[in-house]
């Protein structure tokens, strides 16, 4: 498993893209994991359709659960500990850095699967389609705040803002959700 591999830097870059940090964070809010969502936009990328099977058979799904997001909620606890007490501060980094190498972990694991994903002929149609599979393989009903936050993701990771922007208005009419089949029409 290659830690430094193309996913991890594309993750690092587009999480850095204005709004799609909060979106992000939006999102996992409501339940989604934030290397999934850049796991499917990278997909996109790629070209490459997400099967959903093959992450939650996968060693990535097991390294999420058992490692990752305990790793996470620790984070949480002691930075509820920590106001007020500096002592504490050189802990919760070191927590923090090793979320992020646990993460790192993930996503090298992910990029390891996307040789097994299918290709696409349009990656803005690979990225909204992965990210439908996601939401249904995790059983996500997002809510607008959440369904909002997508569009900084899906911008940064889009190579066609044209076809995004109509995507995007069919959503705020409502004639487009998430959790569909996408088609080109």
Known sequence: MQLQNDLWRYALDLYQQPGVEQGCLDLQQQGASINRLLFCCWLGKEKRILVPDLVTASFSAQWQQEITHPLRQLRYRVREQKDGRSELDSVYQKMRAAELAAEQVELAALAELAEQMPQQKSDVIAALENLSRYFE??????????RQGLWPLLRAAACHDQQLQHWQTLASEGTFKFNEPLTTD
């Open 137 to 146: 393989m995790a059983g996500l009903q997002l809510n607008n705040t959440a």
